[in-house]
Each structure stands twice: as structure tokens, then as C-alpha cells.
């Protein structure tokens, strides 16, 4: 069943920052950032493991590079994040040129062959350039690292995250986003399958008038716990966030965990953000935890809203569908889909739109049923 | 020529003081060709009367039976039932966020026909379709009933009803909520479909202003859970004028 959980609002306390796992004071399964979480099938990931590999990013215009040739301006926020960051040898690259209107999507795959593999991928999206980033990552073992996302002033960027893989698998991702002036980013992340994963989505403005939508879908099985974080920092004028989070619970002991934190800080005015999350439970023992925060600094805003719903079925959607000879197994199938269509409509590019729906359609069972009539 | 016999029903819903009856000994038949009326005060049964036909999982039926053309039909799950035949337009039509009107419509005519209709040939046929009932093309872009006003949602159940074209149609205060313009537009799509396929038609209804507009062959009064009084259209006119009184008033 879900649960509605209560917790203090945010920490305001600047949080540490360091390139140093030592300087961080190793989690436990009671800390407010890892109560949720699948603890024990991630805590492994604070220890160094010496016989880690790689995660090789490659795709048009994608370089491996080591590490120490990477600048990147993203500081790890925790002992996961700081071990992976101290430990990976080579990350992968994406740059997109300045001014580069770029209309066919970058396809990046993202691989192991290692059990344990540390990750670490840059993608820097220059000024006024705009492009569509998809990256693909099927788990096959134990993942820990981050994609570090920054996009220029003027820039627009959508990425598109998708997450598969087997119930035995890990991934612990930061996902750090920094928006310039006037940038547009919209994320989309589809945690399909994978065992206990454990995303941190963060936006931070470096200037006034940036735009991030982050979109999400999720589906978590038996054996499966997918586990979401967002935290939206609002230090700058005039930006925006929308975040529309939705999962769906197929079975008993499926778990899933989304925290969304968005914080107006003072010199935020003018801020418009609004966060969502809704969660179908489709089985009985099945569990959501959803808590939303929202902390505002100052008033002189544009808008701030957030919300958070969890569910069960609604029988009389399913009746209905039924009721005109659709059989039961699609009737569901529909209602599932259209859960998810609408945070999925969000995202632009219609070939990868169909791409996430048919894959999610296919993870509840059925390959397709009639065509679509779009 | 299909039948619907409905013989000596008995059915109840769950409620939180425990199962309580609903329909006490209906019995009824519908047949080909002919049109029914259900007429009854609030509160007599009379949409629990359809739920069940439908097999809505709310109500559990404790007695008697139904069968279309000598087959049970409360062995059948909720779908079969639409593919044997039986449609219920439903007073209330639910919202389906994120599945498109085009989308439900051909997924239900694929289920109901058997086979997926040919792409091209489907097209018009939904067009002509809504156009027939004054719909606006756009509306098969949007969600199923999704911000619909009350007269969208009863025209697109009478859409379906002339897409679908079941043996048996029983019609649940189709009426309800509609504007004289809205009414006589779905009345119109009732009679087509009558006339069309010679289809057996159940109005369950409160009011006879529907009834001025698509005439029944047969008007049953139901109250306390089954059929009291049972008349031709003349019927009707009675209850029009003297209400519903002396049958909610007979009991105790």
C-alpha cells in the first residue's frame, strides 16, 4: 500500500561538496537521504571497489576521455557519488557546438562488461545551440557514477534517459543539470526496468531565465525498487521548473520511492515551478512513497505548486473499456497507457515518445493492441 | 431475432451495513425489433437493473437468470458480454484520461467485430459516424469523455451504439442532462440504429420526454426492486400526469 509520508522540510544547510569520499561520513540506513532506499543492495557503493571497470559511453560525436582531462564544474554532493567520481578512470564526452541546431536525436548507449562499473558522462550543450540527447543504459551489473549535464546560455536541450535491465542489477545516478541565461532544458527519464536504482535529478540556475522540465515515467516490478530524487534550486530570477513524475506499481513488493524538493531561495523572484507526482498501484503490497517539498524564500514569485497522489486502479475506467467488448488485459493496458501519455505527450520528439510508450507497453505485457490512430 | 429474457432476479450490493437488495424479482424480455421502456422513480433499482445486465462487478446477483438467445449471460465476464451483443449506454460515462476517442472507438470495434477494420475504410466510417450525431471531427483527438459537458459524452454513447451495433441496447437515462436540440439529435441516432439493424432497445428512464421522441412499444413501471405495472405507450401518459405515487406509496 502507499504511504503518505510527513518529513521536515529540506535541509537548508549548504550541503557538502567534495571530490573526497573522506569528507564525507559514510550513510546509514536511517539517514533522512538513504531511509528510503534500498540500503542494503546500495551501500556497497561507498566502499572503493579496486576491481571496478568502466562505463564506455559511445554514439556520434561521443569521446572517452580520462577523467583528469574532463573539466567539469559538477562537485559530488555524497559518498556514493564521491567514491564513483574518486575512482572512475575514463568518462565520456559529448560536446555540442556553439550555435549547432542539431534535428536528429544523438543516440548515446552507455555499457559494461565489468560486475561493478563506475560511470561518469559529460554533456555540455554550447550557447545557442539545440539538440535532442538520448542516452540508453541496460543494466547488466552494478552501476555507480553520473551524468553531468550543462546547458549554455541561450541553449536548448532535451535528453532522454532510458533505464533497462534485470532485477539484479544497481545503479546509483547523480544527474546533475545547470542551466546558463535563458536556457531550455527538458529531461525525460524512463526507469523501465533495472533491480534497486537510486536516481538524484538536480537543476541549478548559473543565470537568470532558465526553463528545465523534467519529465519522468517509472515502472517498478517485484524484486524492483526505483527510487527518484529531484531537488530543484532556485537561487536565480526569473526561472522555471515544471516536474511531472509519474510511476506505476505492477505487483506486490514492487517498490518505488520520489522525493521532490524544490527551493526558492531569496534572490529568486520571479520564479514559476510547479512539481508532480502520481503513482498507479496495481496490486495489493505494492508501495509508493511520494513526498513532494516545496520551500520558498520569498514571496514575490510567479507561481509555486506542487502535488502528489497514489492510486489504485480505477475499476470504473476498466468497466467502462470492458463494457464495450475490449477484453480485460487491454482494457487495463489502456488505462496504463493513457497514465503515462500524459506526462509522455511532454516530450517533443515523437519518434522517441512512441519509442517510450512502446516500451512501456511491452513491459506490461502486451507487445500492442490495434494501431494507433495518431 | 434475439431475445434477452431476464427471469426472477435477485441482486445485491455490498454497502458498509452489509449487502443490501437491490432488484427484488425482475422479470422481463427484451426481443428484436421492439422498443421497451423502464420507467421508474429515483432510487427503484432501475440503473442496477442495467449495471447488472452489464455485469458491472459492484452488484452480485443472488437469483434467477439471464440469458441472450437461451445463453447465460451471467456466466460472462463484462466483454464477452458486449461481444455477444448486449450494449449499455450508461447514465454516467466515465472519463478516461490519456486514451484517445479514436483510439477506445477502434480498439472497441475490433473487439466487438472480431476483426480490425481496414484503416481507410474505418476513417470515414468514424466520420460519418460523428458527424450523424453532430460531433466535431476533433473530438476523436481527445481523451475518452475527458472535460466532455454531459451532452458530448451521451452523444458519443450513442456513437458507439451505432458503431457497435449490438442485438440488445438497453439505454440508461440517456436523456438526463440534455437540452432539446442535444435530445432530439441522440433520439434521431437511437431511431437510425433501431431502424438499422431492427435491434431490441431498453429506455430506463424517469421522465417520458425522451419517450416523445423515440416510441416504446412497452412501458414497464419499476419500483422496490422489480416490475409493478406493465402497459403500452399509453402507460406512459398515466405516469406523466399522476407521477410515480401510488407505486412508491403501496409498500408498508
Not at chain 1, 14 to 21: H, K, M, Q, V
Request: hydrophobic share 40%; proline share 4%.
Amino acid at each position: 500500500m502507499s504511504l503518505a509520508v510527513v518529513v521536515p522540510p529540506v535541509d537548508l544547510a549548504p550541503r557538502t561538496r567534495s571530490y573526497e569520499p573522506e569528507a564525507f561520513i559514510e550513510p546509514t540506513a536511517r539517514d533522512e537521504e538513504w531511509k528510503f532506499s534500498a540500503f542494503n543492495r546500495l551501500k556497497h557503493f561507498f566502499v572503493p571497489d579496486p576491481n571496478a571497470g568502466v562505463v564506455r559511453a559511445s554514439g556520434d560525436g561521443v569521446q572517452m576521455r580520462p577523467i583528469t582531462s574532463i573539466a567539469s564544474s559538477w562537485i559530488p554532493t555524497d559518498m556514493a557519488a564521491a567514491v564513483a567520481r574518486a575512482n572512475v578512470r575514463e568518462g565520456g564526452v559529448l560536446e555540442i557546438p556553439a550555435q549547432a541546431e542539431i534535428i536528429e536525436p544523438i543516440v548515446v548507449d552507455l555499457t559494461t562488461s565489468s560486475a561493478q562499473a563506475y560511470q561518469h558522462l559529460e554533456i555540455v550543450a554550447g550557447s545557442f545551440s539545440s539538440a535532442v540527447v538520448v542516452i540508453r543504459q541496460t543494466l547488466t551489473s552494478e552501476i555507480s557514477g553520473s551524468t553531468v549535464i550543462t546547458v549554455g546560455d541561450h541553449a536548448r536541450l532535451t535528453v532522454i534517459t532510458i533505464i533497462e535491465g534485470e532485477k539484479s542489477t544497481a545503479l546509483v545516478l547523480q544527474l546533475p543539470v545547470t542551466l546558463g541565461r535563458d536556457a531550455q532544458f527538458t529531461g525525460a527519464l524512463a526507469a523501465i526496468g533495472g533491480g534497486a536504482v537510486r536516481i538524484q535529478n538536480s537543476v541549478t540556475y548559473a543565470a537568470p531565465g532558465g526553463s528545465a522540465e523534467l519529465l519522468g515515467v517509472f515502472l517498478a516490478d517485484t524484486g524492483q525498487h526505483i527510487e527518484q530524487r529531484i531537488f530543484v534550486n532556485h537561487d536565480q530570477p526569473h526561472c522555471k521548473s515544471n516536474v511531472m513524475f509519474k510511476g506505476a506499481l505492477l505487483n506486490a513488493e514492487a517498490r518505488s520511492v520520489w522525493i521532490g524538493d524544490v527551493l526558492v531561495r531569496k534572490e529568486a523572484i520571479g520564479t514559476d515551478t510547479h512539481q508532480v507526482n502520481r503513482n498507479l498501484l496495481l496490486s495489493d503490497g505494492a508501495r509508493a512513497d511520494s513526498v513532494p517539498n516545496l520551500e520558498l524564500e520569498t514571496g514575490d514569485i510567479v507561481k509555486a505548486g506542487h502535488a502528489s497522489a497514489t492510486g489504485r486502479f480505477d475499476d470504473e475506467q476498466v468497466f467502462y473499456l470492458q463494457s464495450r467488448g475490449i477484453p480485460l488485459d487491454v482494457a487495463r493496458q489502456l488505462v496504463v497507457r493513457g497514465f503515462f501519455a500524459e506526462v509522455l505527450g511532454r516530450v517533443g520528439n515523437v519518434e522517441w515518445r512512441e519509442e517510450l510508450l512502446s516500451k512501456i507497453s511491452s513491459r506490461l505485457g502486451i507487445e500492442s493492441f490495434g494501431d494507433s490512430d495518431e | 431475432m434475439s431475445s434477452l429474457l431476464i427471469t426472477d432476479l435477485h441482486a445485491q450490493v455490498e454497502t458498509d451495513q452489509g449487502p443490501k437488495d437491490i432488484l427484488k424479482g425482475v422479470t422481463l424480455k427484451i426481443e428484436s425489433g421492439r422498443t421497451y421502456a423502464i420507467m421508474g422513480p429515483n432510487g427503484s433499482g432501475k440503473s442496477t437493473l442495467a449495471y447488472v445486465i452489464a455485469g458491472h462487478p459492484r452488484y452480485t446477483v443472488t437469483s434467477g437468470s439471464i440469458t441472450l438467445d437461451g445463453v447465460d449471460v451471467l456466466s460472462m465476464s463484462v466483454d464477452e458480454r458486449a461481444r455477444a451483443g448486449l450494449f449499455l449506454a450508461m447514465q454516467y460515462p466515465v472519463e478516461v484520461p490519456g486514451v484517445s476517442v479514436a483510439n477506445f472507438l477502434r480498439t472497441a470495434v475490433t473487439a466487438v467485430r472480431g476483426e480490425a477494420p481496414k484503416l481507410r475504410l474505418w476513417i470515414k466510417e468514424m466520420k460519418e459516424a460523428m458527424a450523424a450525431i453532430q460531433m466535431d471531427p476533433s473530438f476523436a483527438e481527445r481523451n475518452l469523455n475527458e472535460g466532455f459537458s454531459g451532452g458530448e459524452k451521451k452523444r458519443l454513447e450513442i456513437l458507439q451504439l451505432g458503431l457497435l451495433r449490438p442485438k440488445i441496447a438497453v439505454l440508461d437515462e440517456t436523456d438526463s442532462g440534455l437540452d432539446v436540440d442535444a435530445l432530439r439529435v441522440v433520439s434521431e441516432g437511437v431511431n437510425r440504429f433501431r431502424d438499422e439493424t431492427g435491434a431490441g432497445t431498453l429506455l430506463i428512464t424517469h421522465y417520458t420526454r425522451i419517450l416523445r421522441y423515440i416510441k416504446p412499444d412497452v412501458v414497464h413501471v419499476f419500483a422496490e426492486g422489480r416490475i409493478v405495472e406493465t402497459g403500452g405507450p399509453e402507460l406512459a401518459e398515466i405516469l406523466e400526469s399522476e407521477g410515480y405515487e401510488r407505486f412508491t406509496t403501496v409498500k408498508s
